[in-house]
């Protein structure tokens, strides 16, 4: 391969997830999950038809056909497969997703599937407690079992858990359904026991699937110091050890960072280690790393005299809202001045895509996927299309920074856009859209859903075709 040149079997593609885009909440036997109450709130749409992506399958997928896409990243929702999480199989909900491989199949669009993204059953949760109990684990791999076996045959790239560092850190998607402060409490808890449940997962997909690849998927968030003071750079790596490393070579190597596990002495309970757990993950070897990226962070040195400050997300999307975390004698966050933001405050940096991929590959030298990556605005549609150049413009930047990486040795394999269609986006319902297409809703009503093609998908159609050649 040239350099200069994306790899001939550069798998172009874009996403969804299933709690975030199906809708169809009760239909074709499927139950609630834990997500689908985390997405109730005042002013804001549900997810009990979201995008409707479950009635509306086949017209999607022959959007994509059009756009050349080579692979779809989507979840198997666990409530529509087995509705209480484990016992009894729904066999309407394992017939849907042949039915959306059928779909992918018939334009050779090869599938990308993620085994938890959220959606935990509802049931498990009020059995169990959630995450925090070992028993869901033994239901998720019962769960994931039930996935290889029916469509192994058909997918040969299986992510386990979306984004385990994201909800580590900050919560939400149902995981704090008994409460916001039993999860600061257990958090490590819950996140051990997902390691747990990814390496058997692994374990089980290379037993059942030996053809497969399996690995995990890290919302991945740089961290530049905000001047060249020393205290500022180890703040900027405090920050990152906490928020990506730490997950990383948990769920990649086995290990526990000894100074993060030290930084949430006192703040919640420690990870409950039992015999063979450090063994089980240090034996589970992935095959590829996802990664979503959105953003990049900058920290400064924070005092041990300063007041601790929580993050405060800017939900409602007006710019400037957003609340930096403070943590006295770890690191104080603070926006980046050399960049411009999104109206959510998300800085919009294509060179940290380029600085991500650069430091996992080099540490894990595993092969590489974006499955997420995309910026949020509101959007009205007039009656034509959605003139999107703000868009095209940052996948424009950040495929280009990806072409870079690839230049200076990364073996990136694909890359997917967040999201395909406009869907229910975490926290802010259908106001905040990320899609290629534009559904044809809104926050207070239904309307048709009609799918209408965005600039930005033209442009993306057009970059397929052409292999990158002009970024």
């Not at 385990?164 to 149902?174: C, E, K, S």
């Not at 819950?190 to 747990?196: E, G, K, S």
Request: glycine fraction near 8%; charge should be negative; charged fraction near 25%.
């Amino acid at each position: 391969m040239n350099k200069t040149e994306f790899p001939k079997d550069f798998l172009w593609g874009t996403s969804i997830s299933a709690y975030q885009a199906e809708g169809g909440l009760l239909d074709g036997g499927r139950k609630e999950s834990v997500a689908d109450y985390s997405t109730r709130k005042e002013g804001y749409a549900d997810n009990s038809v979201t995008s409707d992506f479950y009635h509306h399958y086949k017209e999607d997928i022959a959007l994509l056909g059009e756009l050349g896409a080579k692979t779809f990243r989507f979840s198997l929702a666990w409530p529509r497969i087995i509705p209480d999480g484990e016992g009894e199989i729904n066999p309407e909900g394992i017939r849907f997703y042949h039915q959306v491989l059928d779909e992918l199949e018939k334009y050779g669009i090869e599938p990308i599937v993620t085994l938890f993204h959220y959606d935990l059953p509802l049931t498990l949760q009020k059995k169990y407690g959630g995450w925090k109990n070992r028993a869901v684990i033994d239901a998720f791999v019962d769960f994931v079992r039930v996935c290889l076996t029916e469509f192994g045959g058909r997918i040969k790239k299986f992510l386990t858990i979306n984004e385990p560092d994201i909800l580590t850190m900050y919560g939400g998607h149902g995981l704090d359904f008994a409460g916001k402060e039993e999860f600061a409490e257990t958090k490590l808890i819950i996140n051990h026991h997902f390691a747990l449940a990814h390496a058997r997962a692994v374990r089980l997909c290379h037993e059942l699937v030996p053809d497969a690849m399996i690995g995990p998927v890290f919302g991945y968030v740089p961290v530049y110091p905000a001047t060249c003071d020393p205290e500022d750079v180890i703040a900027a790596k405090n920050i990152s050890d906490i928020q990506n490393s730490f997950f990383q070579e948990l769920f990649l190597n086995g290990i526990y960072m000894e100074n993060v596990l030290q930084f949430y002495e006192g703040r919640c309970l420690p990870p409950d280690i039992e015999a063979g757990d450090m063994e089980l993950l240090q034996s589970a070897k992935s095959d590829l790393i996802a990664l979503n990226y959105y953003k990049s962070d900058v920290a400064k040195a924070c005092p041990e005299e300063e007041e601790e400050r929580e993050m405060g997300g800017n939900i409602g999307g007006k710019k400037g809202t957003f609340v930096y975390a403070k943590m006295p004698g770890y690191y104080e966050m603070c926006p980046n001045p050399m960049l411009r933001r999104t109206d959510w405050d998300w800085e919009i940096d294509a060179t940290g895509i380029r600085c991500m991929l650069r430091d996992v590959y080099y540490r894990y030298r595993l092969p590489v996927i974006i499955t997420e990556n995309g910026v949020a605005a509101f959007e009205h549609y007039e009656g034509e299309t959605v003139e999107d150049d703000y868009r095209i413009d940052y996948h424009r930047k950040h495929l280009a920074a990806c072409k870079k990486a690839i230049m200076e040795g990364v073996n990136l394999i694909g890359y997917c856009t967040w999201t395909f269609i406009d869907l229910l986006s975490t926290g802010h319902g259908f106001c905040k859209r990320y899609g290629l297409v534009y559904v044809n809703r809104t926050d207070e009503e239904e309307l048709d859903l009609k799918r209408v093609p965005k600039k930005s998908y033209y442009w993306y159609r057009d970059t397929i075709k052409n292999g990158g050649a002009d970024l």
